[in-house]
């Protein structure tokens, strides 16, 4: 199989784009994420896949959770700032107001709609971990109801595929 047909095809899998929200004792994070899904009903579990070498994957995996938070498709600038680690002033991370959750990861106020999980396994699938979270707390903004959530269409950003620089 060729890269460049591999990327063309998996670039077109509809996917989610939401900021997952990190932490480890004060250390805090926000990242830009597209591979993430609904993986149970009973209980309900959320699947994120991250880096191996993200900042978020080491919070998650010291701090035992982590937060989905989907934004308005009308407001994607965001996912941008987010595709490096964060800086916290504060109580916000790149600017954007954040609030801890039950687990301690925090949750950004702008969000539309938000998840609080707990991880219950990860399983390490080579360059990325697929971590798996019950949810535990969640929240719907006011105006969330309404609002389209973003996804990675939405944008020109592009993630997936072979990893970049070769094998």
Excluded at 101 to 116: K, L, N, Q, S
């Amino acid at each position: 199989m060729d890269d460049e047909l591999i990327n063309k095809i998996t670039f077109m899998i509809p996917n989610a784009l939401a900021l997952i929200g990190s932490a480890s004792g004060e250390e805090w994070n926000g990242m830009t994420a597209s591979w993430i899904t609904q993986l149970s009903m009973e209980p309900v579990l959320i699947g994120v896949g991250v880096d191996n070498n993200a900042v978020t994957h080491r919070l998650i995996s010291e701090g035992g959770s982590f937060t989905v938070n989907l934004w308005d498709s009308e407001d994607t600038r965001v996912f941008v700032k987010f595709s490096k680690p964060a800086e916290r002033d504060g109580n916000t991370l790149n600017g954007r107001p954040v609030k801890i959750a039950t687990t301690g990861a925090p949750v950004f106020e702008d969000a539309i709609v938000w998840m609080d999980c707990e991880v219950r396994q990860s399983h390490d699938l080579g360059t990325h971990t697929l971590f798996i979270g019950e949810i535990v707390d969640a929240g719907v903004n006011l105006e969330g109801e309404d609002q389209e959530a973003a996804a990675i269409s939405d944008t020109r950003m592009k993630y997936g595929g072979v990893k970049r620089g070769g094998h």
